[in-house]
């Protein structure tokens, strides 16, 4: 029988990770924090598609967050790279929202939606033109991102 952890569990272990983590950087020691959460994830059996109540998975935080060997991770445990958070925000919008290119890149590889839609019209491509990320507008353009307006009219693009 497997034993699958709430993602409430899960965030309030990956709080305390951080509190530990914190304690020892400031004590001048390091901590292999990804390989430690890497063991939990195997001996705790984590849903990786378990979400908080506003449906964002580890996923949808991690890829926020940029740490890319835990996106691979969370994937390779089977989570889904085009769930949708509250928002209709999927992992491939929070990576693109903060310019993490090389999680961009793994996410489309596994199959992520490039022109998913949010409750407003925009894409991840809006939401990584707005802030001014043009590594990830190129990607996303290379993988056949659409460029299309979103509920107020408005089309992604960079100032240079």
């Not at 959460?37 to 506003?54: F, G, M, T």
């Not at 449906?55 to 691979?72: I, S, W």
């Not at 999927?90 to 996410?107: K, V």
């Not at 998913?116 to 290379?142: M, R, W, Y």
Request: hydrophobic share 40%; charged share 15%.
């Amino acid at each position: 029988m497997e034993l699958l952890v709430p993602m409430a569990t899960l965030m309030s272990y990956g709080q305390r990770l951080q509190e530990i983590h914190k304690e020892l950087a400031s004590a001048g020691r390091t901590w292999g924090t990804l390989k430690t959460i890497k063991q939990s994830l195997l001996v705790a059996s984590v849903d990786s598609n378990s979400s908080d109540e506003h449906f964002l998975t580890p996923l949808h935080v991690a890829c926020a967050e940029g740490n890319f060997e835990m996106v691979r991770l969370i994937v390779s445990h089977g989570s889904s790279v085009n769930r949708l958070d509250v928002h209709g925000h999927g992992p491939l919008w929070h990576a693109a929202q903060q310019g993490h290119g090389e999680i961009i890149q793994f996410l489309i590889q596994e199959g992520a939606v490039v022109n998913s839609i949010d409750q407003f019209g925009a894409t991840p491509l809006h939401v990584a033109a707005e802030n001014g990320h043009c590594l990830v507008v190129k990607h996303l353009l290379q993988a056949d991102a659409e460029i299309i307006k979103d509920v107020y009219g408005t089309v992604p693009h960079v100032n240079l």
